[in-house]
């Protein structure tokens, strides 16, 4: 709960919205967006994409790419990311889709997993900060997860939530500019290219336009 409220938080502050498009986990991340209080004003709505078939017809996931690589694949996180920001009027796409399991499926091992994430063009640069494999203004982050079906599908959704607060986070400076807030600090979990959690960062960000005395200095050991 502690990570989709930051998330929703985060989004509220940044005027941004948000829909997701989900195979695997057939809307659980929305889900636990809307189990926010104040998420209406964030999440416009989620896709569950289970077949190949909503995935095309609904998120735009062209049908020959899902015939020659499968469902499990990182072009196609990118193109759900894409279909769902496009499809619900969000400025943020997310999607997941990948191996539940029991069973492997497509070749693709239980556990594999592919997180999708999709910004505006003017924000494309912004999706730097989480690794992965970005192509304009989407990216894909692969996950490896072990554990039975409902471990895997609730991992997915944290690192799907990780990943939302750091992007986020890492598209602070620009926004906090436009905005001209004071100073807050923005505390993000780091996520490696595997999409597994190494750390925790805390990032000072300045909100507000520069002035002539500069930003305001905090005192060491001070968080607010």
């Not at 499809?87 to 539940?100: I, K, S």
């Not at 203004?137 to 996950?143: H, K, S, Y």
């Not at 609730?154 to 939530?161: C, F, N």
């Amino acid at each position: 709960m502690a990570a989709a409220r930051d998330v929703v938080h985060a989004l509220a502050d940044a005027g941004l919205t948000v829909a997701t498009g989900e195979s695997l986990t057939a809307d659980l991340l929305a889900a636990r967006l809307a189990d926010v209080p104040g998420a209406s004003a964030v999440l416009h709505g989620g896709v569950v994409a289970y077949q190949n078939a909503v995935k095309t017809g609904l998120l735009g996931v062209p049908e020959d790419l899902l015939a020659r690589v499968g469902a499990v694949d990182a072009d196609v996180a990118r193109r759900m990311a894409l279909g769902a920001r496009a499809a619900l009027g969000a400025d943020v796409g997310v999607a997941t889709t990948g191996v539940a399991g029991p069973e492997p499926h497509q070749g693709q091992p239980v556990g594999t997993v592919w997180l999708g994430l999709a910004v505006p063009d003017a924000d494309a640069n912004a999706l730097d900060v989480l690794g992965g494999e970005r192509d304009g203004a989407a990216t894909a982050i692969l996950l490896r997860l072990d554990g039975d079906r409902a471990a895997i599908r609730e991992a997915t959704v944290a690192a799907a939530l990780q990943a939302l607060t750091r992007l986020l986070a890492g598209r602070g400076a620009d926004l906090c500019r436009k905005l001209g807030h004071g100073e807050r600090l923005v505390t993000a979990e780091l996520i490696d290219p595997a999409g597994l959690v190494v750390g925790q960062q805390q990032a000072q960000r300045s909100l507000g336009p520069a002035t002539g005395r500069g930003r305001r200095r905090r005192g060491r050991g001070r968080v607010g």
